[in-house]
């Protein structure tokens, strides 16, 4: 069904994160014949991202919000109040073993560290799934979340929507199409700090009434509750049982176009010389270098990258090869919001005729001006990445973002979750073994143990 509450456009907008480049798809609705099925759907979680994801699928005349599981209460009203015929749990089991049979899909939209269990309890179901980033926690989970997809033939999609953007588009295009030639090295990175250092508080808390904080921990190790936000509901992503860090968090987005421009897979190589985290926490300033096979698109048999978070940014010799972007004209540098130096977040990819900046979420510019002054954008179409995966629920489209290509992205943004903590170390990277042949300490990180009661079989 359609949603019945207004979207205030900014709000909503600085929820997602996503800068404007998602206004077109605010007022997209699917379009199909009256007899076409609905989606019934249900939602695990209810407020922040999980929100946002609800009202999107939503949106479309063709689903219908059958159900949603959220472990604190007292953030469901918003929910509530837009779906007042929504059936809500605060334990996602109880849901899919009530519902199960009254849904065809699911999106999971929690902490990290909740995505793999509650994405394959519902492909057991054989339940469609869009899952946020990263895919999962861990890379073993990814793994067998891509594996199980495909061997059932079930309809997926990762919460990348900027893959969809017409900025992410017309970026992988010109490099596909050979704007820059072929590509030799790329640079990536985050502002973000998502990152601490210390144990948590040592003084428990009381838990908030209507919040399950032994539901939320799900199947991490149990500790203390100690207090609003050290844990939930946001600051989840700096801790490591939790969350990813800022690679986790936004190395899923400024991946992704390389990733599918230049047609990667898995690296051969991975290698941090970054900070290590704590016993409890990410670092910030992450600074990993990856290799990877050439492909029809790189220059030379490897292209090497590199992620950059926090302070950290790529040196002064590569930052110098786009400084002409600061003789841009001022409308052009405001409408752009452009400032000394590289923005904030994105990436550049140094190919063997020229540069290509992709700033987050921004259009693609190419450099030397001078010689791509004149160089047209490529034609291609702004998608809504949430209506391409319900039609594709529905039969009627493929999603581009399917656990296929999203998982194999994710492996390879989560091998700097392992790279970190074992500084100045290059870690040989067998993906078909899933091992690290060169290093066997290192294989401990890949795959976590559950608490007792929480485990999965095909986890």
């Not at 998602?22 to 989606?39: D, E, I, N, V």
């Not at 690296?267 to 492909?295: C, M, Q």
Request: with cysteine; hydrophobic share 35%; charged share 20%.
């Amino acid at each position: 069904m359609n949603s019945p509450f207004p979207i205030e456009r900014r709000r909503f907008l600085k929820t997602i994160g996503t800068a404007g480049i998602l206004a077109p798809m605010l007022t997209r609705r699917l379009t199909g014949s009256p007899t076409t099925p609905k989606l019934r759907h249900a939602s695990f979680g209810c407020a922040g991202m999980a929100a946002a994801d609800i009202r999107m699928i939503c949106s479309s005349e063709h689903v219908q919000l059958v159900a949603a599981a959220e472990v604190d209460l007292n953030r469901i009203q918003e929910i509530k109040a837009g779906y007042p015929d929504v059936r809500i749990y605060q334990d996602w089991r109880e849901l899919l073993d009530k519902e199960h049979g009254n849904i065809d899909s699911v999106n999971v939209s929690t902490p990290d560290h909740m995505h793999a269990l509650m994405a394959m309890a519902a492909m057991q179901r054989g339940k469609h799934v869009y899952c946020q980033k990263p895919l999962a926690h861990d890379i073993h989970e990814v793994r067998r979340l891509t594996e199980y997809a495909k061997d059932r033939g079930l309809t997926t999609q990762m919460g990348i929507q900027n893959h969809s953007s017409r900025q992410y588009r017309q970026a992988v295009r010109l490099v596909r199409d050979g704007a820059i030639g072929r590509v030799r090295e790329v640079h990536l990175w985050s502002n973000k700090r998502w990152g601490d250092s210390g144990p948590p508080p040592a003084s428990s808390a009381p838990v908030p009434a209507g919040f399950d904080w032994n539901l939320w921990q799900g199947g991490c190790a149990v500790r203390d509750f100690v207090g609003d936000n050290y844990y939930h509901p946001e600051n989840w992503r700096k801790r490591l049982d939790f969350g990813t860090g800022t690679f986790g968090d936004m190395g899923c987005h400024i991946f992704d176009p390389p990733f599918e421009a230049l047609a990667l897979h898995a690296p051969l190589s991975v290698r941090s010389e970054g900070p290590p985290p704590d016993s409890w926490n990410w670092a910030t300033n992450a600074k990993i270098h990856y290799v990877f096979p050439g492909t029809a698109y790189t220059d030379g048999p490897t292209v090497p990258i590199t992620w950059y978070d926090g302070d950290q940014r790529p040196p002064a010799e590569i930052q110098s090869l786009v400084a002409e972007k600061d003789d841009l004209p001022q409308t052009e540098k405001s409408r752009k919001k452009t400032k000394p130096g590289l923005p904030e977040q994105g990436s550049l990819m140094i190919g063997t005729d020229g540069v290509m900046l992709l700033p987050h979420i921004e259009s693609p510019m190419l450099f030397p001006l001078a010689r791509f002054k004149d160089h047209p954008m490529p034609d291609v179409e702004q998608h809504s990445h949430w209506d391409q995966w319900v039609e594709a629920c529905l039969g009627r489209d493929r999603t581009s973002a399917a656990f296929g290509y999203s998982g194999p992205l994710t492996e390879t943004v989560l091998l700097g979750s392992v790279a970190v903590r074992f500084p100045n170390t290059t870690l040989a990277w067998n993906s078909a073994d899933l091992a690290f042949p060169n290093h066997p300490a290192a294989n401990i990180h890949l795959r976590r143990t559950y608490r007792t009661g929480w485990g999965n079989a095909e986890l």
